[in-house]
């Protein structure tokens, strides 16, 4: 069974940068689809991205197209999200999913989920 652990969040003010980083051990990551998502409190969890097992398909977020990409090493078994142009309401925890079929913006239909990295972008 694939396990997954996020790193990477931290303080930063807005304008900044942050890159997390999702790593799978446990099982055939490389055939699993990825999403992050963000979850802030009192709120439902919200799609941020996701990515592919092959990497061929990405999607986004409007609210962050064009500040934040996704993308994946499965030779290293990791998933990246980096963000750009950090703002206040991009604080949240943010989690990693995955699945073994297609890209899906709905939290529910994802298997396995990490237990999540703090973001927090002062103003």
């Known amino acids: 069974q694939v396990q997954l652990v996020e790193s990477g969040g931290g303080l930063v003010q807005a304008g900044g940068s942050l890159r997390l980083s999702c790593a799978a051990s446990g099982g055939t990551f490389s055939t699993y689809a990825v999403g992050w998502f963000r979850q802030d409190t009192g709120k439902g969890r919200e799609f941020v991205a996701g990515i592919s097992w092959s990497s061929s398909t990405t999607r986004y977020a409007d609210s962050v197209k064009g500040r934040f990409t996704i993308s994946r090493d499965n030779r290293k078994n990791m998933v990246y999200l980096q963000m750009n142009s950090l703002k206040p309401e991009d604080t949240a925890v943010y989690y990693c999913?995955?699945?073994?079929?297609?890209?899906?913006?709905?939290?529910?239909?994802?298997?396995?989920w990490g237990q999540g990295t703090q973001v927090t972008v002062s103003s």
């Open positions: 999913g995955a699945r073994r079929t297609t890209i899906a913006s709905t939290p529910g239909v994802y298997d396995i």
